[in-house]
């Protein structure tokens, strides 16, 4: 059973083999894929308005980690972003549907109206899927905005979900 909880400065030991391993695979961020431990911590772990996430599975073991922080600045910070790593042990068993949720359901509280992901990759068909299941929906694909390591230029989708409707 993997619980979620917020971050503590105790789990980053943790966090960044995760951050790391899924930056040099290339195929699902758009961070460089050799980003350096102090590039990640501070786009991972930065200051409030960014709320920081780590699912923790029955040992103890981090398995993954979500990310919240206003889309935008200012007239636009009323909507939310995110960002999902899952360690490659711990793919397919929900874990990063179980972050997802946790996330939506922490900005709903939060009182922010919507969640948008910017940058989802089209051929990470399992990311796709699991936000699709959320509620989300894609509103746009940016063609050939992402060189994945395998498939070439994939698109990039821009996902959408209205946080003041019905809950999930």
Do not use: C
Not at 6 to 22: G, K, M, N, T
Request: glycine share 8%; hydrophobic share 50%.
């Amino acid at each position: 059973m993997t619980s979620i909880r917020p971050f503590s400065e105790s789990d980053w030991p943790q966090v960044w083999p995760i951050l790391r391993a899924v930056a040099a695979a290339g195929d699902t961020f758009t961070y460089p894929t050799d980003v350096s431990e102090q590039m990640a911590r501070a786009i991972w772990v930065a200051r409030p308005p960014t709320h920081v996430f780590v699912a923790v599975d029955d040992a103890g073991a981090v398995v993954g980690s979500a990310k919240v922080n206003p889309n935008q600045l200012g007239p636009g910070a009323h909507v939310a972003n995110a960002g999902f790593i899952v360690h490659p042990d711990a793919r397919g068993k929900g874990v990063g549907r179980a972050l997802g949720a946790h996330a939506v359901a922490w900005a709903r509280d939060a009182g922010y109206r919507a969640m948008q992901f910017n940058a989802v990759v089209a051929a990470n068909h399992a990311a796709v899927k699991a936000w699709v299941s959320i509620g989300f929906k894609i509103i746009a694909t940016v063609p050939e905005a992402f060189h994945h390591p395998r498939e070439g230029y994939v698109g990039l989708h821009i996902m959408h979900l209205d946080l003041m409707g019905a809950e999930e």
